[in-house]
């Protein structure tokens, strides 16, 4: 399966494997360098953790370099009264009688703490391409299932300024 992602997305991928390859890998290299002159490697906290960071690098960068490669570069535009993505949705939760405001992203920029939320989760899945007034059936798993109203869209654009998960 191929992750659906906007342009800004991939630059943004791209931005952190150029910084990963150019500067975070010769860094890492010279703290593996620098550690393994201390002698016996067994008991040298300083190697290990230097290679642990390399690894975890290198896996940062084949997992970049995987996704730029796989990417389907998506369009971000809606209509003016539909939800899409980057859009601002005020919801009522029928079952806490709750409103709660939720921003639709890519899968790459979801932050659920800020109520930044991708469009695959189930909420944003379902939320996509439905209008004000509309009762939206949000199926968590086979067990679980709840509903929201949708309240208010405010449209919004492919920000750059929403970062790219790190890990």
Same mark, same amino acid.
């Given at each position: *399966?191929?992750d659906?992602l906007? &342009?800004?997305? #991939?630059?943004?991928m791209k931005?952190? $494997?150029?910084h !990963?390859?150019g500067v975070?890998?010769?860094a890492?290299l010279?703290? +593996?360098?620098f550690?393994r002159?201390h002698g016996?490697?067994?008991?040298? @906290?300083e190697?290990?953790a230097?290679k !642990?960071e &390399?690894?975890k690098?290198?896996s940062r960068?084949?997992?970049? !370099?995987? *996704? /730029?490669?796989?990417a389907? /570069? /998506?369009?971000?535009?809606?209509d003016?009264?539909? +939800? =899409?993505l @980057?859009?601002?949705v005020?919801i009522? +939760?029928?079952?806490d009688?709750a409103e709660e405001?939720?921003?639709i992203?890519t899968t790459l &920029? !979801?932050?659920? @703490?800020?109520?930044?939320i991708?469009k695959?989760?189930?909420?944003g899945?379902? $939320? *996509? =391409?439905?209008?004000? =007034?509309? &009762?939206v059936?949000?199926e968590?798993?086979r067990?679980?299932s709840? @509903?929201v109203?949708?309240?208010?869209?405010k449209k =919004?654009?492919d920000?750059?300024?929403?970062? #790219?998960r790190?890990?």
């Amino acid at each position: *399966m191929y992750d659906e992602l906007t &342009r800004v997305d #991939i630059e943004k991928m791209k931005e952190e $494997l150029e910084h !990963r390859i150019g500067v975070v890998r010769p860094a890492i290299l010279e703290d +593996v360098k620098f550690a393994r002159s201390h002698g016996d490697l067994s008991e040298n @906290f300083e190697y290990h953790a230097a290679k !642990r960071e &390399r690894g975890k690098n290198e896996s940062r960068i084949r997992y970049l !370099r995987a *996704m /730029i490669k796989t990417a389907v /570069i /998506i369009d971000t535009k809606s209509d003016a009264d539909t +939800v =899409g993505l @980057f859009d601002t949705v005020t919801i009522f +939760v029928e079952e806490d009688s709750a409103e709660e405001e939720v921003r639709i992203v890519t899968t790459l &920029r !979801r932050d659920p @703490f800020s109520n930044i939320i991708s469009k695959e989760s189930p909420l944003g899945s379902a $939320l *996509m =391409g439905k209008k004000v =007034g509309e &009762r939206v059936k949000v199926e968590v798993s086979r067990d679980y299932s709840y @509903f929201v109203v949708i309240k208010k869209i405010k449209k =919004g654009e492919d920000d750059q300024n929403l970062e #790219i998960r790190k890990y």
